[in-house]
């Protein structure tokens, strides 16, 4: 069946450390993969997304990897700061339209 | 600028009763959407509007879930005879154009039935 699942649910970094947080994916017919970062008490917010044909995007101190091959997406945050304390959760599209079918979250700790 | 707002912020109803939670989205975003989030858990796709119309509501739980967005902008999501397992945060966001992962969510509306 499709599901997107992540292989930890909680995280915990130094402050200072890079971070890795890691997803797997089961529909390989999806066209992007996105990651969103939920703070307390407020809404998702988009970090990055990938599509299916690229193996590596970078933003500002986040990089995403996707490997299809073994279905696994990963989000690296560089240099984590105590405001990255969140949870994140993957998501991925088909590309049909917009639904988005995302993973359960991880939090991701930072300790200082 | 305003983000996405929702109204009310959080909505405790008696099991039976009708709720009707607001979504205002970003001024000019063509694209609306729904979503529920139980506790600890990730997000349900629910409704996405592209207009005011809604190619796709088969991510409604039931037929007791109902949406309408006019005028392109607002939207109501209309829950009739709560049950206990609707009690969840239900949140809105909107996108520039339909098709776009960088959505916009309001803070959500954290329904809870009793």
């Known amino acids: 069946g499709e599901s997107v699942g992540l292989h930890l649910p909680t995280l915990s970094v130094q402050e200072g450390d890079n971070s890795i947080i890691n997803c797997a994916y089961s529909?390989?017919?999806?066209?992007?993969f996105i990651w969103y970062k939920q703070e307390s008490g407020k809404g998702p917010q988009f970090i990055i997304d990938i599509r299916s044909n690229m193996d590596k995007r970078q933003g500002q101190r986040v990089t995403v990897l996707l490997n299809k091959t073994v279905k696994h997406l990963s989000l690296q945050i560089a240099a984590t700061q105590p405001g990255d304390s969140a949870v994140y959760f993957c998501?991925?599209?088909?590309?049909?339209?917009?639904?988005?079918?995302f993973g359960k979250g991880i939090t991701l700790s930072v300790r200082p | 600028g305003a983000g996405v707002s929702q109204s009310p912020s959080n909505k405790v109803t008696e099991k039976g009763k009708d709720v009707e939670l607001r979504c205002d989205p970003i001024s000019g975003h063509t694209a609306l959407y729904w979503y529920r989030q139980s506790l600890g858990q990730g997000l349900e796709f629910l409704i996405y509007?592209?207009?005011?119309?809604?190619?796709?509501k088969s991510g409604l739980p039931s037929d007791r879930f109902s949406a309408e967005r006019t005028g392109g902008s607002v939207s109501t999501l209309t829950i009739q005879r709560t049950q206990q397992e609707d009690s969840a945060v239900y949140l809105c966001a909107s996108s520039l154009v339909y098709a776009s992962w960088e959505q916009y969510f309001g803070p959500g509306t954290r329904l809870t039935v009793t």
């Open positions: 529909n390989s017919a999806s066209d992007y």
């Open positions: 998501a991925e599209n088909t590309g049909a339209n917009s639904k988005l079918t």
């Open positions: 509007f592209q207009g005011n119309s809604a190619p796709d």
